[in-house]
Structure formats: structure tokens, C-alpha cells
């Protein structure tokens, strides 16, 4: 029975096309060589954080908020990097303390004649 192969973990970013959420998940990557062609390519399994088995989890990507499937794969943290440039920090602004203003009647202003 061959070893059990030495798992390699990949990080990938997610945005849905349906409903905007961006997310990220790691999965470990299994490399399982051809018994009968030891020097051919490997099958390759992504196990999820839950230790579900997946094919790819780039073709299987299903949106955990709304449940859609247009889902977008994007290098880790460019998810990230792509809100906050949308959604950039509003700065602070301090604001005087307005007092309502009080109407007079015409004619000379108060305290004497003009």
C-alpha cells in the first residue's frame, strides 16, 4: 500500500456574482500518483475545512450567503483588496455646533440706531 501523500494547503478568495459576498477558504490538496504510471500526472483531491472530498473546489464553488453559483476565484485576499477600494475609509469630519437661526424684525438692529 503506497504512503498517504503529504497534504498542501491552498488559500483561495471568493466573490459571488449573484449577491456580492466575498469570502475565503483553505483546503488541502492531496496528490495521489497513477499506480501504473508512477512517473504520469497526479490525481489531485481538495479536502474543505469540514473534510468534505472535492473534485475542484474552483468549479464547485457554491455561495455560502445566497446559495448562487456565479461564483468568481480570485488570489487570497484580493477579495479584500477589491472592497476596501470600493468601499474606502470616509474620513472624519468635525462639525460646529449650528444654532437655529432666529429671524429678526427689519429696522435698525438692536441696541441703537444704524
Same mark, same amino acid.
Given at each position: 500500500?503506497?504512503?498517504?501523500?503529504?497534504?498542501?494547503?491552498?488559500?483561495?478568495?471568493?466573490?459571488?456574482?449573484?449577491?456580492?459576498?466575498?469570502?475565503?477558504?483553505?483546503?488541502?490538496?492531496?496528490?495521489? $500518483?497513477?499506480? %501504473? !504510471?508512477? @512517473?504520469?500526472? #497526479?490525481?489531485?483531491?481538495?479536502?474543505?475545512?469540514?473534510?468534505?472530498? +472535492?473534485?475542484?473546489?474552483?468549479?464547485?464553488?457554491?455561495?455560502?450567503?445566497?446559495?448562487?453559483?456565479?461564483?468568481?476565484?480570485?488570489? $487570497?485576499?484580493? %477579495? !479584500?483588496? @477589491?472592497?476596501? #477600494?470600493?468601499?474606502?475609509?470616509?474620513?472624519?469630519?468635525?462639525?460646529? +455646533?449650528?444654532?437655529?437661526?432666529?429671524?429678526?424684525?427689519?429696522?435698525?438692529?438692536?441696541?441703537?440706531?444704524?
Amino acid at each position: 500500500m503506497p504512503p498517504e501523500p503529504d497534504p498542501v494547503t491552498e488559500t483561495f478568495a471568493f466573490t459571488c456574482g449573484d449577491c456580492g459576498q466575498t469570502w475565503e477558504s483553505s483546503f488541502r490538496v492531496m496528490f495521489f $500518483p497513477d499506480p %501504473a !504510471d508512477p @512517473a504520469g500526472p #497526479a490525481t489531485q483531491e481538495y479536502v474543505d475545512e469540514d473534510g468534505n472530498a +472535492l473534485r475542484s473546489p474552483l468549479a464547485a464553488a457554491v455561495c455560502p450567503q445566497c446559495g448562487g453559483r456565479r461564483v468568481h476565484v480570485m488570489a $487570497p485576499g484580493f %477579495a !479584500d483588496r @477589491a472592497h476596501a #477600494a470600493e468601499h474606502p475609509p470616509r474620513p472624519h469630519h468635525e462639525h460646529s +455646533l449650528h444654532l437655529p437661526h432666529r429671524h429678526r424684525a427689519p429696522g435698525p438692529p438692536p441696541g441703537g440706531e444704524g
